[in-house]
């Protein structure tokens, strides 16, 4: 049996089916127009060729199909960022560390929507300026999305424990590093006129200044 955009039904049972085929659609969308609001109901099911009233059984509304897209391309960086800096970490602390911090610009430069999607939506709550750096009180959900910068920290803390660095804080200088690496690339992408320095570069001075490290 086919639905009305001409997609075969799935048979029951195949639920799960559906809701991947939707993500993968609302995913393909955002590669393709490279903002997220084209990521509609209407066009996320004209793409993965369903009958939009389809998605309810799956998703509450276009936001949480956007949510699962998010939990994707998070664990998508996480594995990148883990992947590289695991195939060093036996052979120098510091090569690690800047292949991970590499390893996310990269990811940020060469899927740029996704990456204004992830960081780049405004959260629920307003921001607590004088609240303790305690990765314990960052919300569950957010916490799991940021296993990457996990990964950083735990860089650092080698490196200091290697006596590569002398942070006193590998938590906050991790801090420190994320917010000068996402602006790095966020006023690359939108101030793409500018003569910025080789990024490569930029990068591996930016670590190492902030990380205290000595080559």
């Keep these: 049996m086919t639905t009305s955009g001409g997609r075969t039904r799935n048979r029951r049972g195949e639920g799960g089916l559906l809701r991947d085929e939707i993500v993968a659609a609302a995913e393909r969308i955002l590669e393709r127009e490279g903002d997220e609001a084209a990521i509609t109901l209407r066009s996320v099911a004209r793409e993965a060729g369903i009958a939009a009233p389809s998605i309810y059984a799956h998703f509450a509304d276009r936001d949480a199909v956007i949510e699962a897209v998010l939990d994707i391309a998070f664990d998508r960086l996480r594995q990148i960022v883990i992947d590289t800096t695991t195939a060093l970490a036996d052979e120098d602390c ?5 292949a991970g911090c590499h390893a996310y610009v990269d990811f940020a430069m060469r899927e740029p929507a996704r990456y204004r999607v992830l960081f780049g939506r405004l959260r629920e709550g307003r921001p607590d300026l004088k609240m303790p750096l305690k990765l314990e009180d960052v919300p569950p959900k957010w916490r799991s999305r ?9 860089a650092l803390a080698a490196c200091v424990a290697a006596g590569r ?6 938590f906050a200088d991790a801090a ?35 990380c205290r490290i000595s080559q």
């Design 165 to 170: 660095s002398t942070s006193t804080d590998p």
């Design 94 to 98: 510091v090569a690690s560390l800047l």
């Design 176 to 210: 420190l590093v994320w917010t000068a690496l996402h602006g790095a690339v966020m006023m690359r992408q939108f101030v793409p006129g500018f003569p910025w320095p080789p990024f490569e570069e930029s990068v591996d001075a930016v670590v190492l200044r902030i």
């Design 146 to 154: 940021l296993q990457s910068f996990e990964v950083l920290v735990h």
